[in-house]
T-cell receptor, first 116, second 115 residues
Framework: AQKITQTQPGMFVQEKEAVTLDCTYDTSDPSYGLFWYKQPSSGEMIFLIYQGSYDQQNATEGRYSLNFQKARKSANLVISASQLGDSAMYFCAMRGGGTSYGKLTFGQGTILTVHP | GAGVSQSPSNKVTEKGKDVELRCDPISGHTALYWYRQRLGQGLEFLIYFQGNSAPDKSGLPSDRFSAERTGESVSTLTIQRTQQEDSAVYLC?????????????FGPGTRLTVL
């Protein structure tokens, strides 16, 4: 079975500072993918970044980067230069292999609040 | 409008009634997924369709839940004899295939309230 754990129910950050959102995962599949999604108060799910289990380098997308530590089974999201519009719920998710292929397993989410 | 669309956006029903939720995926996307999100929670996988393959129904919580998909287009999620614990936002997503990364694009969801 796959499991995603996000231990931070809420995080606060000052505008223009960097923030790290934690995510650990558990799977027995050798091949898997890790995703981060943003969900603003409007409810839409916005894809941010993806990391494959065999990718050698940490993924980056603009101000988002994924700190992938495979041995520790962690995939933390780093947001640099926070903006007020970054205030939202953030979900870490995993797609495994085998019979789990295709579907995403989500964590409980972290609410990020950016202060001016 | 090239995104995933869902209807209705809101549905209020009485306990015991049946409801149908509709999802129109992005044109050309062969994979379609249904998730449920209870208030303040993460998303729970319900079911996914990939082309003409048998759907993966492993996330459906009970036999009151079912879903159909016509070819590679519209999907309908049906909940029979609704219960109050079925109240949630039901999200649909689609992707090009269910391959390596293939980002899932989400619709705006249907908020279901069972009184």
């Amino acid at each position: 079975a796959q499991k995603i754990t996000q231990t931070q129910p809420g995080m606060f950050v000052q505008e223009k500072e960097a923030v790290t959102l934690d995510c650990t995962y558990d799977t027995s599949d050798p091949s898997y993918g890790l995703f981060w999604y943003k969900q603003p108060s409007s409810g839409e799910m916005i894809f941010l970044i993806y990391q494959g289990s065999y990718d050698q380098q940490n993924a980056t997308e603009g101000r988002y980067s994924l700190n992938f530590q495979k041995a520790r089974k962690s995939a933390n999201l780093v947001i640099s230069a926070s903006q007020l519009g970054d205030s939202a719920m953030y979900f870490c998710a995993m797609r495994g292999g085998g019979t789990s292929y295709g579907k995403l397993t989500f964590g409980q989410g972290t609410i990020l609040t950016v202060h001016p | 409008g090239a995104g995933v669309s869902q209807s209705p956006s809101n549905k209020v029903t009485e306990k015991g009634k049946d409801v149908e939720l509709r999802c129109d995926p992005i044109s050309g996307h062969t994979a379609l997924y249904w998730y449920r999100q209870r208030l303040g929670q993460g998303l729970e996988f319900l079911i996914y369709f990939q082309g003409n393959s048998a759907p993966d129904k492993s996330g459906l919580p009970s036999d009151r839940f079912s879903a159909e998909r016509t070819g590679e287009s519209v999907s309908t999620l049906t909940i029979q004899r609704t219960q109050q614990e079925d109240s949630a936002v039901y999200l649909c997503a689609s992707s090009l295939t269910s391959g390596r990364m293939n980002e899932q694009f989400f619709g705006p969801g249907t908020r279901l309230t069972v009184l």
